[in-house]
């Protein structure tokens, strides 16, 4: 059964940036399928950031895209969320998913983790 | 980026009700449009993609229908187990885009 799960810290400082791990069990990242952050801010509107594909490469959000950087470390099959420069509009649940490029669909996701931007 | 209308934004369904959500898409989308719950505290499932095709293991009384701008999704009789937020995601033009979302609770 694939499985992702993120991680990371719940409070980050105005300025500061987020950092955050998506860990993928049941499937290899670099076995093929896309690999997605998205967000849901509080009041629900979701936001698809970016993603990372099985061979490494990187697609951004345009929204986001001098600030954010989606890396991997095979040898763990996780992949990663960067976010710079966050403000308070940054609050929200951020969950990862497997992204199917060629429809934009999104097979398996994680519960998510609230991340909140404070000072 | 296409902007996607979800409504309503919330909904009340009596047992065994039949039950329909909408998305609007600011521009054609070619069908690639798919559906999504979210449970209370779980991680949001795919129900359909491409307009009207069940993923695994999603009850035949979720239905998809549209083309062109307008989708929709139904539920032919309501069941407790379908409590939670609704959501369609259009793959049709860089970046994918979310509908704003439709909470359906059991009256």
């Known amino acids: 059964e694939i499985q992702l799960q993120e991680s990371g810290p719940g409070l980050v400082k105005p300025s500061q940036s987020l950092s955050l791990t998506c860990s993928v069990t049941?499937?290899?990242?670099?076995?093929?399928?896309?690999w997605s952050w998205i967000r849901k801010f509080p009041g629900n509107k979701m936001e698809w950031m970016g993603y990372?594909?099985?061979?490494?490469?990187?697609n951004y959000n345009p929204s986001l895209k001098i600030r954010i950087s989606i890396s991997r470390d095979t040898s763990k099959n996780q992949f990663f969320l960067q976010l710079n420069s966050v403000t308070t509009e940054d609050t929200a649940t951020y969950y990862c998913?497997?992204?199917?490029?060629?429809?934009?669909?999104?097979?398996?996701w994680g519960r998510g983790v609230m991340v909140t931007v404070s000072s | 980026d296409i902007q996607m209308t979800q409504s309503p934004a919330s909904l009340s369904a009596s047992l065994g009700e039949t039950i329909s959500i909408e998305c609007r898409a600011s521009?054609?989308?070619?069908?690639?449009l798919a559906w999504y719950l979210q449970k209370s505290g779980k991680s949001p499932q795919l129900l359909i993609y491409?307009?009207?095709r069940l993923q695994d293991g999603v009850p035949s009384r979720f239905s998809g229908s549209g083309s062109g701008t307008q989708y929709s999704l139904k539920i032919s009789g309501m069941q407790p187990e379908d409590e939670g937020d609704y959501f369609c995601?259009?793959?049709?033009?860089?970046?994918?885009?979310f509908g704003g979302g439709t909470k359906l609770e059991l009256k």
């Open positions: 491409t307009v009207n």
């Open positions: 049941g499937y290899t990242i670099t076995s093929g399928y896309d």
């Open positions: 521009e054609d989308i070619y069908s690639n």
């Open positions: 990372i594909s099985n061979s490494g490469s990187t």
């Open positions: 995601l259009q793959g049709s033009k860089f970046p994918p885009t």
């Open positions: 998913a497997r992204f199917i490029y060629y429809s934009g669909d999104l097979d398996y």
